[in-house]
């Protein structure tokens, strides 16, 4: 008998690896950060002597959540302004407020908070772009969760940089510091094309070649984003972003709510992450992402939260529940993003959107121990029917709630 570490028994293991593997009594064994074996919980049973073992009967095992757009220590702004559409919220409100109140306290205070509610939601690995961002790196190093931290750069100051310069050593700086960090990923964000320069997104594009991390930005939000920038530059954000070499490396696109055909084609091409945020595209009124497109066409597209001032919350229950309604509500086509797609938003797809696929996004042999066991069979999702395994896929898309996540992982470390 092989030794793990852990044991997790008789649960529905949800795979999402690409042939959609499902075991209904399923365990997964971990050793270390990783996991060893998936499969029939009598096979694992009689392989491995594990030095725990967890029941999971009555509960489902998935891949832990990908959030691949956040800006986490926003929580501390949760419910500061509402019902303002995009410029007005971002010009008018949280750009004078972060300048006044956003210290390295503050990041890490607001960071603490937000990676406890994603953790308690079933969330292990988050995208960030803020300030003062080796904060961020910090509360969520001391979480146990996985992260890919963005040092917010741009053309106007901001609360840690009195110039782009200074921002750009800033970010130079945490990336040096946290660089080969197992589970944090520093890099740098240039906040957006219409808040940055070429030479912003130039210099910050090589900055993220010479450590090949992906740079994170916003992309094609607002339609008048895309206008504006037509006007002014004669191109989409996302074909612009291409021209100053944002694209060169890897990189992470929020939201590209208005990206065209030609976008899309881009985007595939240079393969660009794309993190539709649902339920902040649409209470700022920015609109409703093509995603069943983006599936499509076969981009990296993942789902994120986008900042709590703005959903309000890290919910990604919420964002797969959205994802999987607003592209039939708006094609009058039920089967627009099934159940299946929806949550792969969240894991197999959402790696790839943060290019961390090699690592995380199912429960695979060779992979990361980040893993979420979910409670089924609660009031609101009870019962539960097993007339086909693919059920499955249906119950925790539109019948489970982040409060049914009853165990989360990362790296085989109980965080929950
Ligand atoms: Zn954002």
Redesign the pocket.
Known sequence: METVDLLLIHGAVVTMDAAGHIFLDGAVAVRGSEIVAVGPSGDLAVRFAARETVDCQGCAIIPGLINA???VPMSLLRGLVADQQLDVWLFGYMFPVESRFVDPEFVFTGTQLSCAEMIRGGTTTFVD?YYFEEEVARAADMSGMRAICGQTVMRLPTPDAASFDEGLERARVFIEQWHGHERIIPTIAPHAPYTCTDAIYREAAALCRRYGVPLVT?LSETEREVEESRREREVTPIRYAKRVGAFDGKCIA??CVHATEDDIRLLREHHVGVAP?PS?NLKLASGIAPIRRFIEANLRVGL?T??PASNDDQDMFTEIHLAALLPKGISGDPTAVPARDALALATSLGARAVHLDHLIGSLEPGKRADIAVVALGRLHSAPRYHYAPDALYSHLVYGARSADVRDVLVDGRFLL
């Open positions: 757009h956040a800006h772009m916003h929020a939201h945020c902040s994120g986008d900042g």
